[in-house]
């Protein structure tokens, strides 16, 4: 079933109430399972988490099946995709996290859709940014460097948190570009959990060495965390992916602001002994209003857009 397009902004905001709720529940999983601050715990964490997301997914796949959907498939790309959207991307997000606060990794998940400026026209051939365009990501620019500035209290090390979340958006809006040219040979949903359960599995080797401190994540505060972390996973990257297959591109980024919106105010308030500063502040309305605008210039110069495929 086709999404209407009135509706867009709900099902938006359903994916950044789960991703929103993400940030909290990664910061719990570090404070109760010690192994996860060092390198190998941490990347074992991701492993476990996206597996499951992974084979929660599956079962939804389209009706032909998996195998004759992958026999179809370039497998190059959805290796790529894995490695992308899933491993490369939450590597660096999670070493944000590790390093700085949930507040502004939120804020900085934003700059996915001013990397998609940069990107789509040299991939997918999309229209060349003008000379408003390079505006808008001027002033994201700057509400990035006043974040950083003054970013509050439980903000680590803003600097190095702020450029592992901006490595991590642009493996993500690389992620979502290649799924773009994916979904010619592969539907969103089996490409979505091949993409998390290998990048899961990926993942789980890098952090073999955590292995034998496996028995902690079946603690049932840390098990049940990472479950909702699996679902939110699955059912974000279902729906978001579905949503990139009936918009396009620009269209889509525009609504983005809602899911740095919705995890700057579920971190600020799930999330103990952090306090945005007044960085995170002036940052928020630049950077968020820049995607509003964005969103208002590609209404106007790419109306049709609206429900095309690829």
């Known amino acids: 079933m086709k999404i209407q397009a009135r509706l867009l902004p709900v099902y938006v905001m359903i994916c950044a109430i789960l991703w929103g709720t993400a940030f909290p529940g990664i910061k ?35 009706r032909e099946g998996i195998i004759a959907q992958l026999k179809e498939a370039d497998l190059r790309l959805l290796a790529a995709l894995a490695l992308t959207q899933t491993f490369a991307q939450y590597v660096f997000f999670y070493m944000g996290l590790s390093l ?34 390079w505006v808008v990501l001027i002033i994201c620019a700057l509400g990035i ?21 901006l490595v ?41 060495s955590a292995w034998p401190q496996l028995g902690i994540l ?6 049940g965390m990472i479950l909702y972390l699996a679902f939110v996973s699955a059912a974000a990257f279902v729906l978001w992916n579905r949503l990139a297959r009936e918009f396009s591109v620009n269209i889509l980024a525009g609504y983005r602001f809602l899911i740095p919106l919705a995890g700057i105010i579920l971190s600020s308030l ?28 590609d209404r106007k110069t790419v109306p049709t857009s609206l429900g095309t495929r690829p």
């Open 218 to 223: 079946l603690k049932p505060q840390v098990a």
């Open 145 to 165: 460097s006043a974040a950083v500035y003054k970013p509050g209290i439980g903000s680590g090390s803003p600097m190095l948190g702020a450029l592992s979340f």
């Open 100 to 133: 700085s606060s949930g507040v502004l990794g939120s804020l900085m998940v934003s700059t996915g859709s001013f990397w998609w400026i940069l990107l789509a026209p040299l991939i997918l051939k999309t229209p060349k940014p003008d000379t408003r365009h």
């Open 28 to 62: 719990f999983v570090y404070s109760t399972w010690p192994e996860s601050r060092e390198w190998d715990g941490r990347m074992l964490f991701a492993g476990i988490r996206f597996m499951i997301a992974g084979l929660m997914i599956m079962p939804f796949a389209r």
């Open 270 to 297: 799930l999330i103990p002994n952090e306090k945005p500063g007044m960085g995170i502040y002036i940052g928020a309305v630049l950077i968020l209003g820049s995607l509003v605008y964005v969103n208002y210039l």
């Open 168 to 208: 991590a958006s642009f493996s993500g809006a690389l992620g979502l570009i290649i799924l773009k040219s994916l979904h010619r040979t592969l539907d969103s949903t089996t490409a979505t959990a091949f993409s998390l359960f290998l990048g899961g599995v990926v993942f789980t080797v890098v952090g073999s």
